[in-house]
Every structure is written in C-alpha cells, then in structure tokens.
C-alpha cells in the first residue's frame, strides 16, 4: 500500500515543547510505524504545492492528515484535487485537529466543530463496534494517561459507523472513532493526537492507525462513469 501523511508541522518548529516530543515532526513519527508495512511518503505545509503534487496524490492509496494552526493556509485548489482523489478511490485518515480541516469540512459539509480543553485529562476510548476491522488487536477499552478533551456536540453528518467513544475525566463523551463513504473513497475520522502528548508512540493507537489506514485503502473497486452514456443493449424502434 502507498500511504502519504500530510502534516502542518508549525509546531514541531515553532514550539520547544512539542519538538521535545516530536523531534522529527509528527509525520516522521507516524511514518515510524507505518512503514514497516507500507511505502510510506510525508509532505508538509511549506512545501510546493503542501507537497501534495498530483503525481504523489496519483500514487497515494490512502492520505493521513494531521492540521491544526495553519487549516487557512491550506490552498483551495490542492483541497480540490484531495476531494476528487477521494472521490475516485483514495483513502483518507483524518486525525485529531485535522476535524477542522478545509478537506474533512468540505467532505462533511458540516461545521464539524466541537468543545474542547486542555488539562491534562485521562481519556478512555470505548470500542463500541467491536466487529469493526478498526478494533482488530484491540481490548474492549484502552486509556491515555493524558490527552485534550473534545466533547460533544461535534457537528458532523450521522457517521456511517461509529467505532470509538471516548470519555473524559472532566465528564465529557465524544465519538472518537468514525466512518464515512464520499464517492469511491473510505474516510475515517480518529480523534486523539493533541501535539504536546506523546499519543502516537502509544501501541493502541497506533494499532488503531494501522488498522484505519488498511481499512480505508480502496484500490480494488469498480470505477463507475456518470454522466451520458450510451446503451450496453440495441435498443429497438418502437
């Protein structure tokens, strides 16, 4: 599989806290452990075109996207050509901050907003669809020691699954883990990974990465044409 994780990586750079944690960019750490499986290519922000040229979108099977600070600088005619790619086939994995993407917003057609806090609060995530090839390796719950709380409401069109759900010591629930079908292309939403916690060395999750991005690869299916089209039978004069 052609895996290509898209990071902003603004804070790894700008922030001495989080490259303490993420020395190499989170892209590099999720790359960690994607690659033993995979072809793995990152693109960041800065890059020309946010590195998100249309020969590495035509050989990319699914996108990871992590965003957070800079969802305004992303150049709408590179969200375009990401939405026609999952339109046609591509996955997409959406993580953390990156709900409130230009690319996550334009495929809901929602706000996608949420509450949210920073204190250090302990989340537990809930597998409430346990026949779901996300879960697979997974307990029926797993516990980060300290995450940012989102909670509900998050506006989002009803999921096509729901996978996850977390709580959160401060009382708040949220859906965690989400699916969605846009065109040809498998989308799936997962919440943890605020940038100054070192959630993506955590083994569950990225157990869980590991599965979405398995789940979300499309590359197999029938491609369909719209528009005019001529009849597969002679049709007779009537």
Known sequence: MNITIWNEFRHEQESAEVKKVYPEGIHKAL???LETEHQVKTAT???????????????TDVLVWWGHKAHDEVDDVIVEKVKQCVLDGMG??????????KIFKNLMGTTCDLKWREADEKE???????????????D???????????????????PDETVF????????????????????????YFRPGHESYPTYYNANIQQVI??????????????????????????KEK
């Open 124 to 138: 537990r995530l809930w597998v409430v669809d346990p026949t779901h090839p996300i879960t697979e390796g997974l």
């Open 140 to 158: 029926s719950y797993f516990e980060l020691e300290k995450e940012e709380m989102y909670g509900e409401h998050f506006d989002i069109p009803a």
């Open 92 to 101: 997409l994995v959406v993580l953390h901050s990156g709900h409130f993407s």
């Open 165 to 188: 759900i977390s709580w959160f010591e401060g009382g708040e629930v949220f859906r965690s883990g989400a699916t969605f079908k846009r065109g040809n292309g498998k989308i799936f």
């Open 45 to 59: 922000l800065d890059e020309p075109e946010h590195g998100l040229t249309d020969d590495v979108l035509a050989n």
């Open 210 to 235: 590991k599965n979405g991005v398995k789940w979300a690869c499309n590359s197999n299916t029938p491609k369909h044409q719209y528009g005019n089209a001529q009849p597969l039978e002679e049709i």
């Open 31 to 33: 790359a960690s452990f």
